[in-house]
């Protein structure tokens, strides 16, 4: 009986610890200086944006598929556009149709910063052209939003980050650090054996170059409203991203004329294979960036919510547990497997000598192309498999949040709004950053365009469009963002 009492004294103990931690688990008041204004061409920008979605700069995975026209007429239209830029910058074109920019500065000790986009843009899903309520490659602004392709990935981004240097020259401003604009042109062509980004920085590499810092697409301003728990800011700034791979997977039979078949065709046999990856998956953990993501959201949430949250240390097993069940969840916290793709015979009355699946792999910093491969080994019964890799790059290196670079990123949000909550996170998705890690160790994937997530929904699809009224913000950050980075 005492020890039972014990038992209950101790759990009450901890309970009334927990109700009177939650109450004190809370972010440490800091105040922040606002910024000064910032002079932008806000109606500028609209015109040129608007004018450079009209320009087709589709990327193919053949790169004779490409129309090399439309890239060479965007060109000539960014040196129509920003005189300033190319009278004052070095401007060179990399590989088929990638620019770099070198802007000197003035402390050639200092190491130079690198501003990121691509020019390039996905198609448009053949048959759906006039689903869109303004045409695809018309720049259509209606005064609320920009429509077309282009308009939020990425020469939203691209337009934003050479119209603020034109700005700033016209201003008079010169940096300290040399600073480089890098334009890609098929970031869209994933693992990319012809990468535009990938000659940029191998020729920076050759001349020497060490950067201080990268800052690229990934990240976004979002709007988080959960009533009575959190409603905030929260700025995600990519720390890293995953790896990406397509593995064909092959499995031969005999084949012959369907009015005789075995009891398993190939087809059956492949479908075991695809039983046996799904029903597989890739142990889940919670990396400690994930961690610090739910740490920061958690110490901000209402005092009822902070009762569960001031204990993810404790309920970090269970949490994982729960995202697993959640695609969206459970991609932040493992490597993926997606069967995507499948082949059998060529006619429906011929059982199959060959058939085959494409499954698409995205890997967490940590798991390689080769231990992808292991996996399907490992988890695969049927073991006469033929596993060939179609194409794939590996994951990303994390880059530290305790640098120079990351707290003028936080900085920069928070002067801006002392409500945010800025915090790294992984992109699910590839980008043109990981090719530089070999010139630098701080690479950022952070847009600095406020959007509602509906709308970012519609990067690639129908009737993608961006928010007139995100522009101005985003145009005052990178203004700042180089004047703060090129210092020493």
Same mark, same amino acid.
């Given at each position: 009986?005492?020890?039972?009492?014990?038992?209950? $004294?101790?759990?009450?103990?901890?309970?009334?610890?927990?109700?009177?931690?939650?109450?004190?688990?809370?972010?440490?008041?800091? +105040?922040?200086? !606002?910024?000064?204004?910032?002079?932008?061409?806000?109606?500028?920008?609209?015109?040129?944006?608007?004018?450079?979605?009209?320009? #087709?700069?589709?990327?193919?995975? %053949? !790169?004779? @598929?490409?129309?090399?026209?439309? *890239?060479?007429?965007?060109?000539?239209?960014?040196?129509?556009?920003? !005189?300033?830029?190319?009278?004052?910058?070095?401007?060179?074109?990399?590989?088929?149709?990638?620019?770099?920019? =070198?802007?000197?500065?003035?402390?050639?000790?200092?190491?130079?910063?690198?501003?990121?986009?691509?020019?390039?843009?996905?198609?448009?899903?053949?048959?759906?052209?006039?689903?869109?309520?303004?045409?695809?490659?018309?720049?259509?602004?209606?005064?609320?939003?920009?429509?077309?392709?282009?308009?939020?990935?990425?020469?939203?981004?691209?337009?934003?980050? &050479?119209?603020?240097?034109?700005?700033?020259?016209?201003?008079?401003?010169?940096?300290?650090?040399?600073?480089?604009?890098?334009?890609?042109?098929?970031?869209?062509?994933?693992?990319?054996?012809?990468?535009?980004?990938?000659?940029?920085?191998?020729?920076?590499?050759?001349?020497?170059?060490?950067? @201080?810092?990268?800052? @690229?697409?990934?990240? /976004?301003?979002?709007?988080?409203?959960?009533?009575?728990?959190?409603?905030?800011?929260?700025?995600?700034?990519?720390?890293?991203?995953?790896?990406?791979?397509?593995?064909?997977?092959?499995?031969?039979?005999?084949?012959?004329?369907?009015?005789?078949?075995?009891?398993?065709?190939?087809?059956?046999? $492949? /479908?075991?294979?695809?039983? %046996?990856?799904?029903?597989?998956?890739?142990?889940? #953990?919670?990396?400690?960036?994930?961690?610090?993501?739910?740490? #920061?959201?958690?110490?901000?949430?209402?005092?009822?919510?902070? $009762?569960?949250?001031?204990?993810?240390?404790?309920?970090?097993?269970?949490? =994982?547990?729960?995202?697993?069940?959640?695609?969206?969840?459970?991609?932040?916290?493992? =490597?993926?497997?997606?069967?995507?793709?499948?082949?059998?015979?060529?006619? /429906?009355?011929?059982?199959?000598?060959?058939?085959?699946?494409?499954?698409?792999?995205?890997?967490?910093?940590?798991?390689?192309?080769?231990?992808?491969?292991?996996?399907?080994?490992?988890?695969?019964?049927?073991? %006469?498999?033929?596993?060939?890799?179609? #194409?794939?790059?590996?994951?990303?290196?994390?880059?530290?949040?305790?640098?120079?670079? *990351?707290? &003028?990123?936080?900085?920069?949000?928070?002067? +801006?709004?002392?409500?945010?909550?800025?915090?790294?996170?992984?992109?699910?998705?590839?980008?043109?950053?990981?090719?530089?890690?070999?010139?630098?160790?701080? &690479?950022?994937?952070? /847009?600095?365009?406020?959007?509602?997530?509906?709308?970012?929904?519609?990067?690639?699809?129908?009737?993608?469009?961006?928010?007139? @009224?995100?522009?101005?913000?985003?145009?005052?950050? *990178?203004?700042?963002?180089?004047?703060?980075?090129?210092?020493?």
């Amino acid at each position: 009986m005492k020890v039972f009492i014990g038992i209950l $004294i101790f759990l009450a103990a901890i309970i009334v610890i927990t109700l009177i931690r939650a109450i004190f688990w809370v972010p440490k008041k800091k +105040t922040y200086e !606002p910024l000064e204004d910032e002079e932008v061409q806000l109606k500028e920008y609209r015109r040129n944006l608007s004018d450079a979605i009209k320009f #087709k700069t589709v990327s193919q995975p %053949d !790169p004779k @598929d490409v129309d090399w026209n439309e *890239f060479k007429k965007f060109h000539e239209f960014l040196e129509e556009r920003f !005189p300033l830029v190319y009278k004052n910058l070095k401007h060179e074109e990399i590989s088929d149709a990638s620019l770099l920019f =070198t802007w000197e500065g003035t402390r050639p000790d200092l190491e130079p910063i690198a501003l990121l986009a691509h020019q390039d843009v996905v198609p448009i899903a053949d048959g759906t052209e006039n689903d869109w309520e303004h045409p695809a490659f018309d720049g259509y602004d209606d005064g609320e939003f920009i429509w077309g392709r282009g308009a939020l990935d990425m020469k939203n981004h691209l337009i934003a980050v &050479i119209q603020t240097v034109e700005t700033l020259l016209s201003e008079g401003f010169k940096p300290e650090r040399t600073v480089y604009l890098c334009f890609g042109h098929n970031e869209e062509i994933v693992a990319s054996v012809n990468s535009g980004a990938g000659s940029i920085a191998a020729v920076l590499e050759e001349r020497g170059v060490k950067l @201080d810092s990268v800052i @690229d697409e990934g990240g /976004a301003i979002l709007n988080v409203d959960v009533p009575k728990i959190l409603k905030t800011k929260l700025a995600g700034i990519g720390i890293a991203e995953k790896g990406y791979a397509d593995y064909k997977i092959t499995v031969r039979s005999k084949g012959g004329h369907s009015s005789q078949p075995p009891v398993h065709s190939g087809i059956g046999e $492949i /479908a075991k294979v695809t039983r %046996d990856l799904e029903g597989h998956q890739f142990k889940a #953990k919670m990396p400690h960036f994930v961690y610090a993501l739910f740490t #920061k959201i958690g110490k901000r949430v209402s005092y009822p919510a902070r $009762i569960v949250t001031c204990n993810l240390w404790l309920l970090k097993p269970i949490v =994982t547990l729960v995202m697993k069940k959640f695609p969206p969840a459970a991609s932040l916290i493992r =490597t993926t497997t997606g069967v995507s793709m499948a082949e059998g015979s060529p006619a /429906a009355n011929v059982l199959p000598q060959k058939s085959s699946i494409t499954v698409n792999f995205r890997m967490m910093p940590g798991t390689t192309l080769a231990d992808v491969k292991e996996h399907i080994k490992k988890v695969v019964k049927k073991k %006469d498999i033929e596993i060939e890799l179609l #194409k794939g790059k590996e994951a990303s290196k994390v880059s530290p949040t305790d640098s120079r670079s *990351f707290k &003028i990123l936080e900085e920069l949000c928070m002067r +801006t709004d002392s409500n945010y909550i800025v915090a790294p996170y992984l992109v699910m998705g590839g980008t043109d950053s990981y090719h530089y890690e070999n010139i630098c160790d701080c &690479i950022y994937r952070f /847009a600095p365009f406020e959007v509602d997530t509906k709308y970012l929904l519609l990067t690639h699809a129908t009737n993608e469009r961006i928010p007139v @009224d995100c522009m101005e913000g985003a145009l005052k950050f *990178f203004k700042r963002y180089i004047k703060y980075m090129s210092k020493e």
